[in-house]
């Protein structure tokens, strides 16, 4: 059914998009071939709606803490984090301008004049709701046009304009203007090959304008409850494309160049409207692809140059920059050479963080990195220790917040090591760590995810890992062992809600095995009993059990004696994983 546009639905388009976007970011980045084919288009995107996501869970978790105030943002408050979060977290060129589109849908929907009503203005429906969507979305556009200082069509910018013009065109409530947004976007995406040189002879579409097309997709499916049921996104007459595509870089018509400027060069600048006024005809001379967004003296700066010192400098003297991020590309020949690598690897300075491990070495030192590290995603300090004493550098997954993109990144980067393998042990964080595994395979490390779903699958991976096997044979390895090891916990309700165990009631202890409610109990130890002998009921040799910090004195041993018992040759192991939120973790090999 239709939702209204408010605080809560910002939150679930947030959602939905990550989420949308985690799918399609491979797809995106094997299609980036303009401004530069860098194959990094659906990471930067995954990054940026991550940031503006989690500005909004912060909106929401202040409103819940605070005394005095209301339980929830105002759909205002919530759009402005949105918007906010987005231009703080903007990476490459498509991010920046999808920051942009954000924050105009914010400058309609947070106004005064909002026909929201929900804090946004006096009220007005479902009519009022839609007409303020149309808007926003034209301002959207707009403000993405003027923030690009030499707008392409056949790009993003193109896209957004022709969702806009769908979106201004259509009646009904809400859910009707974000569909028709979707649809004409779509359309427009499919025929960008026309209108771009370079996209028709790499056989693609845009891929930012993809990545907008899979953000309005959530947004309709936000406003209505249902996702667009359209199928993938082709081009009429144009191949897919099965991997990185390789092309010489895109001069400022999109026909393409022998070489482009060597250096992107992005930073968040604190700065007056005048002084960024003057910093957009400095940058427009030193380089191309400049996209400066943002206002209310906050601005995110994007540019690509031959003299990134030059450009940090102009920024310099327009106020204070910071958050700055150096990326060298790799030579258009270079690219062809190594199309068919699945990890192109341009190398990155990010100067916001010079302490990072190679960061400023000579090139010589770098060879002084470990050959091999782990990186593991754990709750609770009990994990922590355990698997940091066997050598893995420890991500802490804290109750209720799942560590960013960028956590992992810099975990990946602090292991020092040449080749790591990162563990999420968490079905939620899968496109969390393969973005995070895109970004430090843009730094030059070699990274594998393996799709570790719980910490037992971690630690069971963790036992076979063999540094001095090749990569290859130990990421085989480490994933057969996760793989073989199913994992359960316990949980208890906080209400009345269907499970597929059928109907469970707050308080009641629910059993999950390999993530679905098997079992409604009324206590722990019975509970995590039953689940036992179902699991072990086919096959087993070994049962691992992750204590959590609120787990009762005696249960572990309870279990422990059962298991004896009751289930011959098989051997039980006991860890303190110190975890708050879920009282135990059950592993079966």
């Known amino acids: 059914m239709p939702h209204t546009l408010d605080a809560d639905a910002v939150r679930t388009w947030c959602a939905l998009a ?13 299609i980036n071939v303009y401004p530069v084919a860098d194959a990094d288009t659906g990471t930067n995107l995954y990054l940026t709606v991550e940031s503006a996501a989690q500005a909004v869970a912060a909106a929401f978790d202040g409103h819940a803490a605070a005394q005095g105030t209301a339980a929830r943002p105002s759909l205002p408050e919530a759009v402005r984090a949105m918007a906010h979060g987005a231009l703080i977290g903007a990476r490459g060129n498509s991010g920046t301008i999808l920051a942009q589109l954000l924050r105009g849908m914010a400058d309609v929907l947070a106004d005064g004049d909002s026909p929201s009503g929900d804090g946004g203005g006096d009220g007005g429906g479902d009519d009022g709701e839609a007409d303020g969507l149309r808007r926003a979305l034209r301002r959207a556009a707009e403000l993405a046009y003027l923030g690009v200082a030499h707008p392409v069509e056949g790009t993003v910018l193109t896209v957004a304009r022709a969702a806009a013009d769908s979106a201004g065109r259509a009646e009904g409530d809400p859910a009707a203007v974000a569909r028709a947004a979707y649809e004409g976007a779509r359309t427009a ?5 026309a209108q771009l040189g370079v996209l028709a002879r790499a056989g693609v579409v845009d891929a930012g304008g993809y990545g907008l097309v899979v953000v309005l997709g959530a947004l309709a499916e936000a406003t209505s409850g249902r996702a667009p049921a359209d199928g993938p996104v082709t081009a009429p007459g144009c191949r897919p494309a099965p991997g990185p595509v390789a092309v010489a870089d895109a001069g400022p018509d999109g026909e393409g160049a022998d070489c482009g400027p060597a250096f992107e060069v992005i930073y968040l600048l604190e700065a007056d409207e005048p002084a960024v006024a003057r910093l957009r005809e400095r940058l427009d001379v030193l380089g191309d692809s400049l996209v400066v967004v943002g206002g209310d003296g906050l601005w995110n700066v994007h540019v690509h140059v031959d003299d990134a010192g030059a450009a940090v400098e102009a920024g310099v003297e327009a106020g204070r920059p910071h958050r700055i991020r150096i990326t060298h590309f790799d030579t258009a020949a270079a690219r062809r050479a190594h199309a068919d690598q699945p990890y192109p690897r341009p190398r990155t300075a990010d100067t916001a963080r010079p302490d990072r491990p190679g960061a400023g070495e000579p090139q010589g030192a770098r060879a002084e990195r470990a050959p091999r590290a782990v990186v593991a995603v754990v709750p609770g300090e009990g994990l ?29 980067r602090r292991a020092g090591a040449q080749e790591v393998v990162l563990l999420p042990n968490d079905t939620e964080l899968r496109h969390t760590a393969a973005a995070a595994a895109a970004q430090a395979r843009a730094d030059g490390v070699r990274v594998a995810v393996i799709p570790t779903r719980s910490p037992v699958q971690g630690l069971a991976a963790l036992a076979v890992h063999e540094p001095g096997r090749s990569f290859d044979e130990d990421v085989v390895a480490m994933t057969s062992a996760a793989g073989a090891t199913r994992y359960a916990e316990l949980a208890v309700a906080e209400r009345q809600f269907w499970t597929m165990a059928g109907v469970c009631q707050a308080g009641d202890v629910l059993g999950l095995i390999d993530g679905d409610v098997a079992v409604i109990g009324d206590g722990l130890a019975g509970t995590a009993e039953t689940v036992l002998d179902r699991m072990l ?12 910090a609120d787990l009762p004195d005696g249960v572990a041993e309870h279990l422990e004696r059962h298991v004896r018992e009751g289930h011959f040759a098989v051997d039980t192991v006991v860890y303190p994983g110190g975890q708050s939120d879920v009282p135990l973790i059950i592993g079966i090999e």
Request: charged share 25%; net charge negative.
């Open 189 to 193: 995406l499919e025929a960008t090959p």
């Open 18 to 30: 990550l989420d949308a976007l985690g799918r399609a970011r491979e797809e995106i980045d094997a």
């Open 384 to 412: 922590a220790a355990l698997c940091a004493e066997v050598g893995a550098t420890v991500v802490a997954a804290r109750p209720g917040e799942r560590p960013a993109a960028g956590e992992l990144t810099e975990a990946v």
């Open 537 to 548: 009921a086919a096959g087993g040799e070994l049962v691992t059990l992750v204590l959590g």
